[in-house]
């Protein structure tokens, strides 16, 4: 049995950023980066799956499409138990959009023909929240979204899934594999690596492809782009907070100050 | 193609609030793109519910019958696929909802649509502009989708006010799709989310905690705090991830929607999922160390400061 697990890179801002000169995008200068937080739950769901299977000859594999920034959390995933990692990368991907991004990720894939594919629901950084499901639709895999509770049955290749729905309704299905799952938070506790683990971590496998490697074109890719980013601007100065400035003392006294007025009111 | 198509959602027979939003952030582009406004819905209800979306505005409500009696991913995408093939739209508006994020990213990647998602705002010039967030919404990205003669965004919830719902004077068509042996997934059950010990969306005043709070032993602190405050305890998320809280006391969109008279918010950055389910209580105040987060765009009243030296001064001025 063979599990893909495709993670991101993210960036966060810190707090006092700045965009470049240009318009185009945040100065790098300002950004921290870290393995997304709803791969940390994916990666898990993989290697319990791998863990509880009967026999030998499973494998779990960390993909990523990402500059060398990203090498990083590759490691973090092999650290924790990951077989193997795959990073691609062209200059061409600098600011791809989900379907780039998701038909680079079909490409490679598809060449490891796994019993599952388990993505995140969204990065905290760009917030799609539809890689795994655009993946699933290049690859026509099936596939089901914001998945909170799995139990997967390697001899029937069947998983039982809870979705989560908005409000906390959960709805149960089943799925056969070859399928692609979105992963939620909270579906499991993640592990975290032993310090000789992330030691180890660079004795594993961990191959770094271009798009020509997968058999790609750059024009291809580009063309799959749903979309063209024109601007990054801070959002508008809307009605805004009325801040309260001071030392603690004069917050807190503020914020009673405020709630008694509201809740007499 | 020309005009705007928009997807509504129903769940369990009932149609979802945010299909008559989709309706309000169609009217303000479709003269614009060129044609007709149609609200299309998938479903076994599709019939049923189809006359309520017959708002002002709309030239035609259009219904696809799928033989599943609940969402199934799989069916939705190819309903979707059909209605583009008869309708040719040049704008398709759905919800950022979970059900569209289970089929319309797919549809796009097979059809090669412009695509956009969790988008909040739409304009119209040569073709459709959006306009999203980034970095957690820390910035806003505006996009366009050149060279593309369809293009599906996936409308954030909760920012149009809904239209209102049509009489049934607006035409119904139904469209054919040839929908059999395409669901992938067998649906088994619903299970409701567990009630807990207490109603959060019935409280007045609720003091919330997010993942700023660091650890779990701190939380009995805030406890207290709320109990000498008069508030009730609520969360987000992440501490309910962790196990450190009941899910029945968690905002958000998986969790409650509340409208409080007062919501202070400690430690909570305002992800959009957490903001679906308190953006509109009466009072919001945040106390967060980071200036730009995202809930000091929702909050009526903001303090950038340390939570835990807030807690302290609040522990001392209440006794
Ligand atoms: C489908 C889906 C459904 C979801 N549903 C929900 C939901 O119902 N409810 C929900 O809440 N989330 C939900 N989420 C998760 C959501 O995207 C965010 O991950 C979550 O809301 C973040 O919680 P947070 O603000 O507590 O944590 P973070 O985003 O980590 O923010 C912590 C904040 O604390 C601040 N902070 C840190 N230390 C201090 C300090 N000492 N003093 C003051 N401030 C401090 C930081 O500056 C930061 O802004 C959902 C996500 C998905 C994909
Ligand atoms: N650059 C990337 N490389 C690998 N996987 C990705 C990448 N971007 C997104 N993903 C996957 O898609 C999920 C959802 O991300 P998004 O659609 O960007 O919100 C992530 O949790 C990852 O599993």
């Known amino acids: 049995m ?107 894939v598809e060449r490891e023909s796994p019993d599952l594919v388990l993505c995140g629901v969204q990065s905290s950084d760009a917030v799609y929240g539809a890689t795994g499901v655009a993946l699933a639709g290049y690859l026509d895999l099936p596939h089901v979204a914001v ?22 309704l959960v ?40 798009l020509a490697d997968l058999g790609l074109e750059e024009d291809a890719v580009g063309q799959a782009a749903g979309s063209r980013a024109v ?26 100050e405020i709630v008694q007025e509201r809740m007499s009111g | 193609m020309s005009g705007v198509l928009v997807i509504a959602e129903s769940r369990r027979g009932e149609l979802r609030e945010v299909s008559l939003e989709l309706v309000t952030a169609a009217r303000e582009v479709a003269e614009a793109a060129g044609g007709q406004l149609k609200v299309a819905i998938i479903g076994a209800d599709a019939e049923q519910v189809g006359p309520q979306l017959g708002a002002e505005g709309v030239d035609e409500v259009l219904t696809v019958t799928a033989p599943q009696q609940h969402f199934e991913a799989h069916v939705w995408q ?31 990647a097979r059809r090669a649509l412009g695509f956009a998602t969790d988008v909040t705002a739409i304009s119209w010039a040569d073709g459709p502009r959006a306009v999203r967030g980034a970095y957690g919404d820390k910035l806003h990205s505006e996009l366009e989708f050149p060279g593309k003669e369809c293009t599906l965004l996936t409308v954030r919830p909760g920012l149009f006010s809904p239209a209102t719902p049509g009489e049934g004077s607006v035409p119904v068509r139904a469209v054919e799709a040839n929908l059999e042996n395409v669901a992938r997934t067998e649906h088994i059950e619903f299970v409701e989310a567990t009630a807990g010990d207490v109603d959060i969306t019935k409280a007045e005043f609720l003091l919330s ?109 209440l006794g």
């Open chain 1, 2 to 108: 063979k599990i893909v697990v495709p993670v991101k890179q993210v960036a966060a801002l810190d707090e006092e950023f700045e965009l470049l000169d240009d318009g185009s995008g945040v100065d790098p200068d300002f950004l921290e980066w870290d393995l997304n937080e709803w791969d940390t739950f994916s990666m898990e769901a993989a290697l319990q799956i791998r863990e509880n299977a009967d026999g030998d000859g499973h494998e779990v594999v960390v993909v990523t499409v990402g500059d060398e920034e990203a090498e990083e959390g590759l490691l973090s995933c092999l650290a924790k138990g990951a077989d193997r990692a795959l990073r691609i990368w062209d200059e061409s991907l600098q600011g791809a959009d989900v379907l780039a991004v998701a038909k680079v990720l079909a490409a490679a």
């Open chain 1, 147 to 168: 998945v909170k509770g799995l139990d997967y049955d390697a001899a029937q290749a069947t998983a039982t899934v809870e979705r989560e729905l908005e409000g906390g």
């Open chain 2, 209 to 317: 905690i997010g993942r700023g709070v660091e650890d779990k032993d701190n939380i009995p602190r805030f406890e207290q705090l709320a109990e000498r405050f008069g508030a009730t305890l609520s969360v987000s998320r992440p501490l309910v991830d962790a196990g450190w809280m009941p899910s029945a006391r968690q905002v958000g969109q998986s969790g409650k929607t509340v409208k409080p008279r007062v919501y202070l918010a400690f430690g909570i950055s305002g992800a959009v999922q957490h903001l679906a389910g308190m953006r509109n209580a009466d009072t919001i105040i945040a106390v967060n160390t980071d200036p730009e987060a995202p809930i000091f765009s929702v909050a009526h009243y903001g303090a950038v400061a340390d939570l835990f030296e807030v807690a302290d001064e609040l522990e001392q001025a």
């Open chain 2, 78 to 108: 190819k309903a979707l696929e059909a209605l583009i093939d008869s309708e040719q739209p040049s704008l398709i508006l759905a919800g950022h909802t979970i059900d569209s994020l289970g089929f319309a990213p797919a549809t796009a």
């Open chain 1, 231 to 256: 601007a990054l601007k801070p959002p508008e100065p809307g009605e805004g907070a009325e801040m309260l400035n001071g030392s603690p003392a004069a917050v807190a006294a503020r914020i009673v």
């Open chain 1, 171 to 210: 709805e149960v299905l089943r799925v056969e594999a070859p399928a692609l799952l979105t992963i939620q938070t909270g579906i499991n506790e993640p592990r975290y690596a032993t310090l000789r683990a992330i030691k180890q971590a660079r004795e594993k496998p961990l191959q770094v492809s271009d």
